[in-house]
């Protein structure tokens, strides 16, 4: 038996923690191997991995379950991961340092054994989450590192986002109907012809969001978060309505404005570079609607009441509506302090995701009661589907060719090219699994604000039946009796 085929064997028999098996790796010579062999052996109770190094394999994990393998390229691979966890990880896919076939099944198994993964973290990757953590939350999203953010997330290239995005453009859920076999229609739905479905899908999605927000002819809506331009173009050119919407991407804003003109719709679409904390004066009470698809994600929890008061203050007093979609996490997932992993770093820098009820909470103190709560919908079943899809597209449509005049580094080097193409296999397989099996989520919410009359009415018969309940409590029952009886019928 070798000296590491000892240590694993040893370590297997102890029922210590992580923590605890942190300390005893500090009184030993460092060798990342066998601490990052040990502390996977004690995490993964469901399913196996099989981790292949040269002539050397490992297989650690139980019997029942899927197998997945890890072919290990590089020795920095297992000082990535004892330095970084899950981070450390993706960034050693990325780098080439390991070969995955069935990086869904990876996924899946880490989610398997959560768990597991989380109580055998070092006590230096629990600290720098932490500080992390904290970073993100009181730092990640001022109106500066919003700015850079943006430039990060969107500007990389749009011949990048058009490679795998529909024709619109959305990046955001899209909705699948029984046209397309719903959301799993791509694995059991026969269709000879799939090259629209995503197309379809996602106008779906555009009119959804749009017939929510109850518009009208001649109303003014409000955006955060242009995107390409797709829904504003749409709630021109469908519904009748002017529409201004805002983002502080500059490639953005110069793709929807060319878009916005080839539809002849420039006077009655105005794309705004600018922070939603930067509206002019006279947006003011000027609007009759507002929709938001998957931009709150760069908000921060710091800042949701602020956002939803600038929403408040946007929309006019009565009538109005708002339509508001995310990515989100279960409840008892959600926290304020959300640390740096794998999407944080490489794909959406000091995003936050908020929960259902962190933004219900927050609307209602934002907007000091003046919104009502209209609709919760989860979309969640819809996202793996348009993950699935775009890594399709991406595969059949990116090359580095294409990218070499926005981003000459990765279109000069073959190397980088494969690693930037790796980057996004990895975050269309990370995101997939997690909507598919819950750990994130995505839900569309929306507000209205009740017309006066309306709102008076339900403030006298609340106020009224709080007297009811006062009158009640003080022994005066005989003359409430018949009220109460009626308030409770059906």
């Not at 931009?295 to 009441?305: L, P, T, W």
Request: glycine fraction near 8%; aromatic fraction near 10%; hydrophobic fraction near 40%.
């Amino acid at each position: 038996m070798s000296a590491l085929e000892q240590h694993s064997h040893s370590s297997l028999s102890s029922s210590r923690t992580g923590l605890q098996a942190f300390i005893t790796f500090q009184h030993q010579p460092v060798n990342a191997r066998a601490s990052v062999l040990f502390a996977l052996e004690s995490a993964v109770s469901r399913g196996c991995v099989k981790i292949v190094e040269g002539s050397t394999v490992h297989c650690l994990g139980g019997v029942d379950g899927r197998c997945v393998t890890i072919e290990v390229v590089s020795p920095n691979f297992w000082t990535r991961m004892l330095s970084h966890g899950d981070l450390g990880f993706s960034e050693a896919y990325m780098a080439g340092e390991i070969l995955i076939e069935d990086l869904p099944g990876i996924m899946n198994l880490w989610l398997d054994n959560e768990a597991g993964m989380s109580s055998n973290t070092s006590i230096f990757i629990r600290l720098t989450t932490a500080i992390s953590g904290m970073s993100n939350a009181f730092f990640g999203q001022t109106p500066t590192n919003s700015k850079l953010n943006a430039i990060a997330s969107y500007d990389q290239s749009n011949k990048l986002f058009k490679a795998f995005l529909d024709e619109k453009m959305m990046y955001s859920c899209a909705l699948w109907g029984d046209e397309e076999g719903g959301p799993s229609g791509d694995l059991t739905f026969r269709n000879d012809d799939r090259s629209n479905e995503l197309e379809a899908a996602q106008m779906r999605k555009i009119h959804h969001v749009l017939r929510t927000a109850r518009l009208r002819p001649g109303d003014r809506l409000l955006e955060f978060g242009s995107g390409w331009g797709a829904l504003a173009i749409e709630a021109a050119r469908t519904y009748g309505c002017e529409v201004d919407t805002i983002t502080l991407s500059q490639e953005q804003k110069r793709l929807a404005d060319e878009r916005i003109r080839a539809a002849g719709l420039q006077e009655h679409v105005r794309v705004h570079l600018m922070d939603y904390r930067e509206l002019p004066p006279d947006f003011e009470k000027a609007f009759d609607a507002f929709v938001s698809v998957e931009m709150i994600e760069h908000v921060g929890s710091k800042y949701y009441e602020a956002y939803f008061e600038i929403v408040d203050w946007a929309l006019k007093a009565e009538g109005a509506t708002a339509v508001i979609s995310s990515s989100t996490f279960p409840e008892s997932r959600y926290t304020e302090y959300q640390a740096e992993d794998f999407m944080r770093k490489y794909m959406w820098p000091n995003s936050c995701l908020p929960s259902p009820t962190a933004l219900i909470n927050a609307a209602r103190t934002g907007a000091q009661g003046r919104f009502a709560l209209s609709s919760v919908e989860n979309h969640s079943a819809h996202y793996p589907r348009t993950l699935r899809e775009w890594n399709k597209r991406l595969g059949a449509n990116l090359t580095q060719t294409l990218l070499a005049e926005d981003l000459p580094a990765v279109g000069a080097d073959l190397s980088a090219f494969d690693a930037f193409m790796r980057k996004w296999r990895y975050f269309f397989a990370y995101a997939g699994a997690g909507f598919d099996r819950g750990y994130i989520s995505c839900h569309m919410l929306s507000f209205v604000r009740e017309f006066f009359f309306e709102w008076l009415l339900s403030y006298l018969l609340a106020l009224r039946g709080k007297r009811n309940h006062a009158r009640v409590r003080a022994g005066v029952v005989s003359v409430e009796r018949p009220m109460e009886n009626e308030n409770n019928m059906g």
